[in-house]
């Protein structure tokens, strides 16, 4: 008497097989029982809601460069040093002479806008482009009042060099970079990958 074929598995749909090797629908290598990936809460539909305090799909990350982006406004932005005279000022502080700074705030109000209004995968999908455009402009307007204090600070004697917070402006606009790249962006569940 012939033994029973061992029942095999599909990653992907789950269904069972007891002759074939791979999924005749999606030609994976079927799997044992045990080897089946515990299945995961699936992805809201493109015009699903979301709920406020959703953290997936960019939008933590968004935040967290929000948070970095005001931190670096108010943080100590450089330090001016002429022997042992040491002055910091903050790209607050620099915005009276260099109002451009005040971009890093206002780009921070955006993106809060974004994260309360866009609250489907489709919105914050189309967001992509402008979140990302917009991610640079505090480097840029960093960059440029930077500069311009070099050039001030050049006949006074002062040696001029950014301080943490210009590092903490740098990492925020990292994050919100990534972010924008991420917006909306449903990741593959394990084993989904390779569908085709």
């Known amino acids: 008497m012939n033994p029973r074929p061992a029942v095999r598995f599909c990653p992907f ?15 994976l290598e079927l799997v044992a029982f045990e ?3 515990v299945p995961t809460e699936p992805p809201p539909a493109p015009d699903d809601w979301l ?3 959703e953290s997936r799909f960019g ?11 005001w931190a670096g406004f108010f943080a100590p932005f450089v330090v001016a040093t002429r ?19 005040w971009s890093i705030p206002m780009v921070g ?4 806008a974004i994260l309360a209004r866009l609250r489907t995968l489709r919105a914050l999908a189309r967001a992509r482009f402008a979140t990302l455009l917009l991610s640079i402009l505090p480097l840029i307007s960093g960059i440029y009042s ?3 204090v070099i050039q001030a600070t050049h006949r006074t004697g002062l040696q001029v060099l950014p301080s943490w917070g210009s590092f903490l402006l740098f ?16 990741s593959p569940a394990p084993g989904h990958a390779n569908r085709n």
């Open 59 to 69: 939008r933590a990350l968004l935040f967290v460069g929000v948070v970095l982006l």
């Open 171 to 186: 990492w925020g606009v990292c994050f919100c970079a990534w972010a924008a790249i991420r917006l909306g962006q449903v």
């Open 146 to 148: 930077y500069r311009n």
């Open 13 to 27: 749909c789950r269904e069972s097989f007891e002759v074939e090797t791979h999924c005749p629908e999606h030609e």
């Open 83 to 101: 022997g042992s005279q040491l002055v910091q000022e903050s790209a607050f502080s620099l915005s009276e002479v260099a109002p451009n700074l």
């Open 35 to 37: 080897s089946l990936q």
């Open 109 to 112: 109000m955006v993106f809060l």
């Open 51 to 53: 709920p406020l305090h």
